[in-house]
């Protein structure tokens, strides 16, 4: 599941000399994360980024259609990944993989053991890191829930519940989503519930509440050295997983387009990146950074 283990940095290596640790521990110690520059040449620092995961929807579903004038404004005003994909069927190793690298192991939909794992992942970077992170989750019962599911709130869209080195409590309800962006963390996710991804409901549906949700961000951001993703998890199966993913905010070019075939592993390389992490989780470490778009 996990593969060969990756190369170890010298920062690795320095760490494990300093505690005494023998050159075979010090490799068991890098495990799966491969040291990186902080940011590639082709990438900005933004001072935020939000990611939101919708569902279950192909690019031709979304791009161009009049049921989702909000998201095709944003694709206007920033920037759309014309050949972006998920990377398999059904949704929950999706956002594993977006999240970790790997699925962890989880194929299917069903509910698991909480912090199963303590794979490297986008948070247990940016928390080892000195940086900060939070998931805002739609209908989550209670700050720090691991109930599976509550009316049309389904943990399988929340994958930070899988990992031991992610506090629960950095998985907030989606009424805790800040007013002052200020105060919003380096990197965060937010994650709509059942009807308002898109799952269950429209595609009208989901374009609004993004809207209702991340209108004020959005605006925000564009002048704030700050990022909206607007992504999904698969398509509708008859797409060949060919995703929506639109990018906006100040340190994105405005109107821009990427054709360069993009999937989860890439884009959480590029966040990883964004947020000026020395490492990667999982098969980020072998992807590439989103380029081509962002502002000069």
């Not at 019962?141 to 869209?157: L, V």
Request: net charge neutral.
């Amino acid at each position: 599941m996990f593969g060969m283990p990756l190369p170890m940095s010298r920062r690795g290596t320095a760490l494990a000399t300093a505690f005494g640790l023998t050159v075979a521990a010090a490799a068991l110690w890098a495990g799966t994360v491969a040291a990186q520059p902080a940011h590639a040449a082709a990438l900005p620092a933004p001072d935020h980024v939000v990611v939101v995961v919708f569902e279950n929807h192909a690019y031709n579903q979304v791009i161009g259609s009049s049921s989702a004038p909000y998201i095709n404004s944003l694709k206007t005003g920033g920037a759309n990944l014309t050949n972006s994909y998920g990377i398999t069927h059904p949704s929950q190793p999706n956002y594993l993989q977006l999240f970790s690298g790997s699925h962890q192991g989880v194929t299917g939909d069903s509910c698991y053991t909480p912090g199963f794992s303590s794979a490297p992942n986008l948070a247990s970077e940016l928390i080892a890191a000195g940086k900060s992170w939070a998931s805002y989750n739609e209908t989550l019962p209670a700050q720090g829930s691991t109930t599976c599911s509550s009316g049309n709130y389904a943990r399988k869209h929340n994958p930070w519940f899988a990992f031991s080195n992610v506090p629960t409590s950095t998985a907030k309800t989606m009424t805790q989503f800040p007013t002052d962006f200020t105060t919003l963390p380096k990197v965060s996710f937010v994650v709509p519930n059942l009807c308002s991804d898109m799952h269950d409901c429209s595609v009208g549906t989901g374009d609004t509440w993004l809207k209702n949700n991340l209108k004020a961000y959005a605006d925000w951001a564009k002048t704030h050295n700050s990022v909206l993703v607007v992504t999904f998890d698969e398509d509708n199966r008859l797409a060949g997983n060919k995703i929506p993913t639109v990018l906006y905010g100040q340190p994105v070019t405005a109107g821009s387009t990427a054709s360069t075939t993009y999937n989860h592993y890439d884009m959480l390389r590029t966040l990883e990146g964004l947020a000026g992490l020395t490492t990667h989780a999982g098969n980020a470490a072998t992807a590439k950074d989103i380029t081509g778009i962002w502002a000069s």
